[in-house]
């Protein structure tokens, strides 16, 4: 059964840094495209990056402030999160697409975890 199981979530000040990761069991994460989302209540799920094989992508509001990553000897994808902001409060999720298309669009992921806290608040 395809499971994905995020964590490091928490509370950090303004300017602070946190690590998200997303474990993978049941299947190879390598061979699909992995997505981070985050959603605040009342919002839409919004894309904030991707990866697929190689290549990452990225919402605009994160980019040079975040860093997706993966360990496939773990199966394993991290979001590395720097100069986090108060508008960075989120649960965020990761997701998985058998595609493998480097989408930001949350319909494009067919498989969903549970979420993690990230609170940005001083």
């Known amino acids: 059964q395809l499971q994905l199981v995020e964590s490091g979530g928490g509370l950090v000040q303004p300017g602070g840094s946190l690590r998200l990761s997303c474990a993978a069991s049941?299947?190879?994460?390598?061979?699909?495209?992995i997505g981070w989302f985050r959603q605040v209540p009342g919002e839409e799920r919004e894309g904030v990056s991707s990866i697929c094989g190689g290549t990452a992508y990225y919402a605009h509001f994160v980019k040079g402030r975040f860093t997706i990553s993966r360990d496939n000897s773990k199966n394993t994808v991290y979001l590395q999160m720097n100069s986090l902001e108060p508008e960075d409060t989120a649960v965020y999720y990761c997701?998985?697409?058998?595609?493998?298309?480097?989408?930001?669009?949350?319909?494009?992921?067919?498989?969903w975890g549970q979420g993690t806290r990230v609170t940005v608040s001083s």
């Open positions: 049941g299947f190879t994460l390598g061979n699909y495209g």
């Open positions: 997701a998985a697409d058998p595609r493998c298309r480097g989408s930001l669009w949350y319909g494009d992921y067919a498989s």
